[in-house]
């Protein structure tokens, strides 16, 4: 049973950074990981990405400025120069899937079936 906790949210002021976590558990297979967001009134939008060989994927908003990377079961993303406009809940989510697959997926909620409970960031 995979087990996603994510931590690292808080309040922030615009061009600050912030580092999220995310700690895995339960998995053994080669996993696809990723970081959405949703804003209130807003649909969950995929961040960035990162598969079983280590290649990334962002969404063009965030490009330079936040970097997802993996430690064992740890899932991190660095965002730094903060906006207002990333002001959202944060959730990590896998699927076990190859790294072709994980690029296909191209950052879309439906194609991961294991979601953390959020993490909050506001960017004011």
């Known amino acids: 049973h995979v087990q996603l906790v994510e931590s690292g949210g808080g309040s922030v002021q615009a061009g600050g950074s912030l580092r999220l976590s995310c700690t895995a558990s339960g998995y053994t297979y080669s996993y696809c990981m990723g970081w959405f967001r949703q804003a209130p009134e807003k649909e969950r939008e995929g961040v960035a990405s990162i598969d079983s060989d280590g290649t990334t994927r962002y969404v063009d908003s965030v490009k330079g400025r936040f970097t997802i990377s993996q430690d064992s079961f740890e899932l991190y993303l660095v965002m730094s120069n903060l906006k207002p406009e990333d002001t959202a809940m944060y959730y990590c989510?896998?699927?076990?899937?190859?790294?072709?697959?994980?690029?296909?997926?191209?950052?879309?909620?439906?194609?991961?079936?294991?979601w953390g409970q959020g993490t909050q960031v506001t960017v004011s």
């Open positions: 989510a896998a699927v076990s899937a190859s790294a072709a697959d994980c690029q296909r997926a191209a950052l879309k909620s439906a194609y991961f079936n294991h």
